[in-house]
Every structure is written in structure tokens, then in C-alpha cells.
């Protein structure tokens, strides 16, 4: 597995969760260090977010994250100060795995959707960084 530390897109990947099929429905289970190469410190999620609404646009310097589009889709993007990408969420047994120092911005949340985010740090505002043009700066680019 890569060095999660680096804050390059290389290390940022979708996880296929396991799945448990039945005809009464799905189960999907997620295991910190087996499934994610971390251990899940905080668990919150977002939801009731109004159309057009953008959320994120920040990076971490040392957290990781699991995006997981537990109902409904919405888009992230992340960049890493040289390149960009977005993805489009919408199956809730595939996660986005956030590497630190990479910037992200979540848009185009479906209605009802709610995004799941497992990570690795607990809470910590020193953690973030919420100006771009800093964030370009720590990464050696400006």
C-alpha cells in the first residue's frame, strides 16, 4: 500500500467495501486496517444538504478519510496542488479514500443523500487547512 502521507491523488482510491446479498437486502461491513488502511477514529455524517450547496473546501495535513455515499450520490473532488479529479459517488459499498494533504470539495448531493465519513484522527481544528492558497503553499506550489 502507498504512503498515505504523501498528499497525491496516486493515494487517494475507491475501496469496494464487502457486500452481503439476500433476498430480505444487502449488508456492507467496514473493518479498520483490513478493509481501510486505518483505524477509524470518528465517524460523522453528512445529510439534509440543500441543492446546490457545496461542502469540504479544506485539506488535513496528517487525517485520513473514507467518503461512503451511504443513500443517494454526490460528487468530490480532489486536488493535490498539481492535479485534480472528481468522482461521483453513488453506491454505498464503494468508498473514497482521502489521503492527507489533499484538498477536497463535495457538490452535487442528490436529494436525501447522505455521505458517511469514517477517519482516521479525532477531531482536531489544527488539523485543517481552509485557505487554498496556504494549502498550495505547504505542498511546495504556488
Known amino acids: ?10 493515494n487517494c482510491y475507491v475501496v ?4 452481503i446479498r439476500a433476498p430480505e437486502g444487502s449488508l456492507t461491513f467496514i473493518e479498520s486496517l483490513n478493509h481501510i488502511p486505518f483505524a477509524i477514529r470518528r465517524t460523522y455524517y453528512l445529510y439534509d444538504v440543500p441543492g446546490g ?10 487525517l485520513c ?5 451511504v443513500a443517494g450520490s454526490f460528487d468530490v473532488t480532489l486536488d493535490d ?3 485534480s479529479q472528481v468522482w461521483h459517488l453513488n453506491r454505498p459499498y464503494l468508498g473514497l479514500l482521502i489521503s492527507p494533504m ?5 457538490s452535487n448531493f442528490s436529494s436525501g ?3 458517511l465519513v469514517l477517519a482516521s484522527e479525532l477531531y482536531d481544528e489544527s488539523d485543517y ?3 487554498y492558497h496556504e494549502f498550495k503553499s505547504l505542498q511546495g506550489r504556488k
Open 1 to 10: 500500500m502507498s504512503d498515505l502521507k504523501t498528499g497525491s491523488l496516486k
Open 16 to 19: 469496494e467495501l464487502p457486500r
Open 53 to 62: 450547496a457545496t461542502r469540504g473546501a479544506h485539506a488535513h495535513r496528517n
Open 65 to 69: 478519510q473514507l467518503l461512503i455515499p
Open 81 to 83: 496542488a498539481t492535479d
Open 102 to 106: 489533499v484538498w477536497r470539495n463535495l
Open 113 to 115: 443523500s447522505v455521505c
Open 129 to 131: 487547512i481552509r485557505d
